[in-house]
């Protein structure tokens, strides 16, 4: 079994900056995605962006790229998501989840585990 724990969220200005992290333990898999999803009241769940556990390969949805950034630290099973020039827009649940095997997805179906989720609210 695999446990995702998400931290990091809480209430911020438009304009600022906030961190979001994904702590990650249980079982390992030899190839696998980590990928951050978020939820907006009454939307759907939307794809923010996606890490490979190895090498470097790195996906962004539409509406953040250019100011959100994923980054990893293997050695401590953990995934962060950097978010910049924050909109009211943004604010969500923010969930992180994990796909295995060796291909992204931008699809949350594909995703075998979920943690439960992190609030981000931006204020204008």
């Known amino acids: 079994q695999v446990q995702l724990v998400e931290s990091g969220g809480g209430l911020v200005q438009a304009g600022d900056s906030l961190r979001v992290s994904c702590a990650a333990s249980?079982?390992?898999?030899?190839?696998?995605?980590i990928g951050w999803f978020r939820q907006a009241p009454g939307k759907a769940r939307e794809f923010v962006a996606s890490?490979?556990?190895?090498?470097?390969?790195?996906y962004y949805g539409d509406s953040v790229k250019g100011r959100i950034t994923i980054s990893r630290d293997n050695a401590k099973n953990m995934v962060y998501l950097q978010m910049n020039s924050l909109k009211p827009a943004d604010t969500a649940v923010y969930y992180c989840?994990?796909?295995?095997?060796?291909?992204?997805?931008?699809?949350?179906?594909?995703?075998?585990?979920w943690g439960q989720g992190t609030q981000v609210t931006v204020s204008s």
């Open positions: 249980g079982r390992t898999f030899s190839s696998y995605h």
């Open positions: 989840a994990l796909k295995r095997g060796a291909y992204a997805s931008v699809y949350e179906i594909e995703y075998d585990y």
């Open positions: 890490i490979s556990w190895i090498g470097h390969s790195t």
